[in-house]
């Protein structure tokens, strides 16, 4: 590892309590939400718009009964010294535009379904995915988490498509709205909610308000931690959380807010109790892995990068908590990518348990609750 990464590790994780236990939490972004449609007309535009796919626009797709066993199953397969197994916290999205319904009301209007309808509507196969995952539940490997209502900016996305964006409409007739971060690496993109002068308060609430309503009728429970989409949440909302019955909200080290929507403010996040509301603990993401990526690279180093950046935070005492979207673990476009990320997983934990053997596997909820 070159000095500059070993410093920027450093960085990440001098500050913070440290810990006797070597705690292990995983949080994974994007469940629920559609990205890119597993159609070979929508697969041909993307290709076709830049020659610079990120791992996102090229696997990134509805999850399956089929990936969401895979998973559960390498997650069953492992233990700590506790006997207790690996928890994934899937951070979900709990619902998808409604292309038909907007496109009927001439996009003056976002219309949205719940995700499990999504997943009956798309997954044509005759599983039902949501029981997959609240098996998964009742396993104590999935601890389910809330990701925002829907994945799209549908204030800014609604005002390109009735104003005749000709990109934005192309796009729209395939069920996408990923555009706009196609030729950029933007944060910036339709993918960030909360980007957006728009949003007041009293909009950010209502739609909180129903996006957990319905991950409660999925789940039999609220949700009690909140990662914002592309990390834009105004820190002023923070007040808002607790009343929902949000404990913690997940993040990298920086996260992102907007003034008016205009200029972006860039905020650094350590773990610790929110200063504002004194109750919300603010968690920081401290290893990335992302074996998709070995897929777009070539490289096959997602499992030693992962590797190098726990050795660092466990000098440190710190516990690790690793970000790995959903990206890395669905196969409904290329089975490879599924069978070569659920295969990484595996000898990452695996390999963990065997290094450290005192690890201890703890979910995004308790470990909020060492920190209060
Ligand atoms: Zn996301």
Not at 39 to 59: C, H, M, P, V
Not at 233 to 239: C, I, K
Request: net charge neutral; glycine share 6%; aromatic share 14%.
């Amino acid at each position: 590892m070159n000095i500059k990464k070993t410093a920027a590790l450093l960085d990440l994780n001098l500050r913070g309590r440290c810990f006797n236990e070597q705690w292990v939490i995983i949080q994974s972004d994007d469940w629920g939400s559609i990205r890119v449609p597993q159609n070979s007309e929508a697969l041909e535009k993307l290709r076709r718009s830049t020659n610079k796919l990120s791992i996102f626009q090229k696997f990134d797709t509805l999850d399956s009964h089929e990936d969401w066993t895979e998973l559960i199953t390498v997650l069953d397969s492992i233990k700590d010294r506790t006997g207790k197994k690996p928890i994934f916290t899937s951070n979900f999205v709990t619902g998808n535009p409604n292309f038909e319904q907007i496109e009927n009301h001439h996009f003056t209007h976002f219309f949205w379904d719940p995700f499990y309808s999504t997943y009956e509507k798309l997954n044509y196969n005759n599983f039902n995915t949501l029981e997959t995952i609240n098996y998964g539940i009742s396993k104590g490997v999935i601890e389910p988490q809330y990701h925002g209502r829907q994945h799209v900016n549908h204030k800014k996305w609604l005002k390109s498509l009735s104003g005749g964006d000709e990109t934005a409409l192309d796009f729209f007739r395939l069920n996408m709205w990923i555009y706009d971060s196609l030729n950029s690496n933007s944060l910036r993109s339709l993918n960030a909610v909360f980007d957006s002068s728009d949003y007041t308060t009293e909009v950010v609430e209502s739609e909180f308000y129903e996006g957990i309503t319905i991950f409660k009728q999925a789940f039999g429970r609220y949700p009690q931690s909140f990662i914002p989409n592309n990390y834009f949440f105004n820190r002023e909302w923070n007040s808002l959380l607790p009343k929902y019955g949000i404990k913690s909200v997940q993040g990298m080290k920086y996260g992102f807010e907007t003034d008016n929507g205009e200029r972006i403010i860039q905020f650094r996040r350590y773990n610790q109790k929110d200063k504002q509301t004194n109750s919300l603990v603010n968690l920081v993401r401290n290893v990335v892995f992302d074996p998709s990526m070995d897929l777009l690279t070539h490289k096959n180093d997602s499992v030693n990068w992962a590797k190098d950046q726990i050795k660092i935070a466990f000098a440190l005492r710190k516990p690790i908590i690793i970000d790995t979207h959903r990206v890395n673990y669905v196969g409904g476009i290329d089975a490879n990518n599924r069978i070569h990320g659920i295969e990484k997983l595996g000898n990452l934990l695996n390999w963990l348990v065997q290094k450290y053997p005192k690890v201890r596997f703890t979910s995004t909820a308790e470990l909020a609750t060492l920190y209060t």
